[in-house]
């Protein structure tokens, strides 16, 4: 038997229309915020109670509603910014379906209390299903509109089990109060929990765009701003906005996009800026968009869903792809500068928990938190030096160059030199400038020992006299590392001279400086490094400058070993 088709009863249609346009608190806020946006207003205020189950608040100073029109405000197509379908195509408000407080007094109860600039007082007036409850009462009131919606939901119970916990509600109403807080700057916004002093979102009067960003998702987020724009006229769009940089990422791309001013969604446009991107964040890690896109209003579609958070326009695929190279471009042109995190502690053998230590009750809370200076990695050579890694003078390490010192020179004198004695190595600390300028002023002389024994009967250490090599012992060594000593000798020799001023002019002054000023970034692999230096990446080959610095360094210590 065929089922009987009846006219359904008015009140249940209102309450499914209301269920697709008012889906949780959040969308509820939206809807009122684009009508104080439309009457002009500069300040609006949003007071929650049980993440807007209980109690939605929001107050502005716009224009107000007229007495005359708050009999019919709340039902439904009843609006003041359109009048015929032909105006729909060059629509430039955010409203047009006369919906929105329709379906709220549908399932809540509506208070709404007006005042108009010409207006002698305000206006209240209570609303339930869409009908006013009793005629509009005078009272007292600033200029502008209050909403109040109490009791959420409360005749549709199966929406407001299925919805979130009152937590996650405020959560969603925040979000969208700082999205258009970002947008619409010039005009305050605010948003906080009933009886509460301290405001959630609050943006200034006259804070700008990267301001409202910055109070909203914070300093880490507002300086490292990219400000896009591009101007495209056979496309007929503009576009303006703040993209983050490849210094900035986060778990969750943070998306801001509205298109002639209403806060929409566009799953391609994300995706094919995310695409961009690809190529300089870390894997899973997405950026901070805000993009605003003007279309003309004859080339957007603003009717395709009821909760407005969707809009098609015309030659979309080459408004995505223009906005996407226009993004690639900025991006490529803002790398003078980026950040990299480094490893804190030295790779090492793993250690297992078998062979950890807990230090007894006596021990120090913080003594095992510290961390030492042979346990950190040096990426900047001003930012650590190697007297750190070195023992002190009094107790030289085990093959340390103090020790190895010691024994040469034991074995060439067949004796063992005191602590009282000055040590043969100490050298006066000079510069390259100076060692040039002792070369010129003292007279060359060749090299000679002294053979006069010491007047010391217990040392057998014959000190040196001769007059290519001068020796001051500096104060207070012992407090010193064996690195911070100074140790270096002026030889008056010509030979080291010329082999010196060599040396000087073939030397690359580009490839020192990159050497001597460098900041380690990483290891690719056993044989290559990447190190940055200035606004530049360098790819290293480790093996190789090994290979060439020990050469060096062999020569140098046979010269040395040579003069000694």
């Not at 929990?193 to 914070?218: C, H, P, W």
């Not at 890690?285 to 579609?301: G, K, M, R």
Request: glycine share 6%.
């Amino acid at each position: 038997m065929a089922g009987v088709i009846r006219r359904l009863d008015e009140v249940v249609v209102n309450r499914i229309a209301a269920g697709e346009v008012i889906q949780r608190p959040a969308n509820a806020i939206k809807e009122m915020i684009e009508n104080c946006l439309d009457a002009k207003s500069t300040s609006i205020q949003v007071t929650v109670k049980e993440g807007g189950l209980k109690l939605i608040q929001i107050q502005d100073n716009g224009t107000g509603i007229r007495k005359e029109d708050l009999e019919i405000v709340c039902e439904r197509f009843t609006t003041s910014k359109l009048q015929t379908f032909a105006d729909l195509s060059a629509i430039s408000t955010y409203g047009f379906r006369g919906e929105a407080l329709a379906s709220i007094s549908h399932v809540a109860h509506v208070t709404i209390t007006t005042k108009t600039a010409d207006g002698k007082c305000a206006y209240r007036a209570s609303y339930c299903d869409g009908k006013l409850k009793a005629p509009a009462k005078p009272c007292a009131g600033n200029q502008g509109t209050q909403i109040t919606v109490e009791d959420l939901f409360y005749n549709v119970t199966t929406r407001r089990k299925a919805l979130k916990s009152p937590s996650e509600e405020y959560s969603r109403i925040v979000e969208v109060v700082s999205r258009y807080a970002i947008h619409n700057s010039g005009k305050s916004f605010t948003v906080k929990k009933q009886g509460e002093t301290m405001a959630d979102v609050r943006t200034l009067l006259n804070a700008s765009t990267v301001d409202n960003i910055r109070a909203v998702f914070g300093n880490a987020v507002s300086r490292e701003l990219i400000e896009v724009g591009c101007d495209d006229q056979k496309l007929a769009f503009n576009l303006k906005g703040f993209i983050s940089n490849a210094n900035y990422s986060v778990k969750k791309c943070i998306f801001l996009l509205f298109i002639n001013h209403r806060l929409v969604e566009s799953s391609a446009l994300k995706k094919a800026i995310e695409t961009v991107y690809a190529a300089y964040l870390p894997k899973n890690t997405h950026p901070f968009l805000y993009l605003s896109l003007e279309i003309a209003a004859h080339n957007v579609d603003v009717n395709v869903h009821p909760t407005k958070h969707e809009v098609h326009f015309l030659h979309e695929d080459s408004i995505i792809e223009s906005v996407q190279k226009h993004i690639e471009g900025k991006l490529l042109g803002s790398n003078s500068s980026r950040t990299y995190f480094t490893q804190t502690l030295l790779p090492g053998p793993s250690v297992s928990s078998s062979d950890v230590v807990k230090p007894g009750p006596s021990s120090g809370s913080g003594s095992s938190d510290k961390l030492y200076a042979h346990q950190m990695v040096r990426t900047d050579c001003r930012a650590q030096k190697l007297d750190a890694f070195l023992q002190p003078v009094g107790r030289p390490a085990p093959g340390s160059k103090a020790e190895v010192s010691d024994t040469l020179e034991s074995e060439e004198t067949s004796g063992i030199p005191t602590s009282d004695q000055p040590c043969d190595t100490d050298m006066e600390e000079m510069s390259d400038k100076e060692l040039v300028a002792a070369f010129e002023e003292e007279p060359e002389t060749d090299t000679h020992r002294d053979s006069t024994p010491p007047a010391d009967p217990p040392a057998k250490k014959r000190p040196r006299t001769s007059g290519d090599v001068e020796m001051k012992e500096t104060e207070s060594e012992s407090s010193l590392t064996a690195a911070a000593i100074p140790r270096r000798r002026v030889i008056k020799l010509s030979s080291v001279k010329e082999l010196r001023g060599c040396i000087t002019e073939q030397t690359h002054t580009g490839l020192q400086e990159m050497l001597q000023n460098h900041s380690f970034v990483g290891c690719v692999n056993p044989q290559w490094a990447l190190i940055q230096h200035q606004t530049k990446l360098y790819l290293l080959n480790t093996t190789k400058l090994r290979s060439d610095t020990t050469n060096v360094l062999r020569l140098i210590f046979r010269i040395c070993y040579f003069f000694n």
